[in-house]
């Protein structure tokens, strides 16, 4: 059974909602020391609620994801390796797929396109410390493999 609570200054009813409403649903994750009501998923359908729900979810992931590249980025050449950066590209763009398959309809379309752009921006810093990489390399063996005459 699905229902909605409703309150009203001094009412407090429930109003019972179709399943087929297009909310965002998502599993709490829970304190077992809490005394709270444990449920195993909530539907909102209020969409200020959603849109800052979702918001925070995304920025905390993409917080996070920004924050590894940085420090990639501002580490010395010797302690990285082109896997690293490979698989920060791939964070990056399942973090980008993420966002368009489950949190684009629920964003506003000027967070989507900020979102978008900065993680258009990271993917073109890890490029660019990638291209750096190989060009140090490429230089490296060229300097090493040179025949003499």
Do not use: W
């Not at 909102?44 to 992931?61: T, W």
């Not at 980025?73 to 763009?93: F, Q, V, W, Y």
């Amino acid at each position: 059974m699905s229902y909605v609570f409703a309150k009203n200054r001094d009412i407090e009813r429930i109003i019972y909602m179709e399943f087929d409403l297009d909310g965002y649903q998502f599993h709490p994750r829970y304190n077992l020391n809490q005394p709270y009501i444990q449920v195993s998923s909530v539907k909102i359908y209020k969409q200020d609620m959603i849109e800052n729900l979702v918001n925070n979810r995304f920025a905390s992931q993409f917080n996070r994801l920004a924050g590894i590249i940085l420090r990639f980025i501002e580490t010395d050449d010797d302690e990285t390796s082109d896997s690293d950066c490979m698989l920060l590209l791939d964070d990056i763009e399942r973090l980008r797929r993420a966002l368009e398959l489950n949190y684009k309809k629920y964003l506003e379309n000027r967070a989507y396109i900020q979102y978008i752009h900065d993680l258009t921006i990271l993917d073109n810093e890890l490029r660019q410390k990638l291209a750096y990489m190989n060009q140090i390399k490429q230089e490296e063996y060229e300097s090493t493999h040179r025949r003499s005459r």
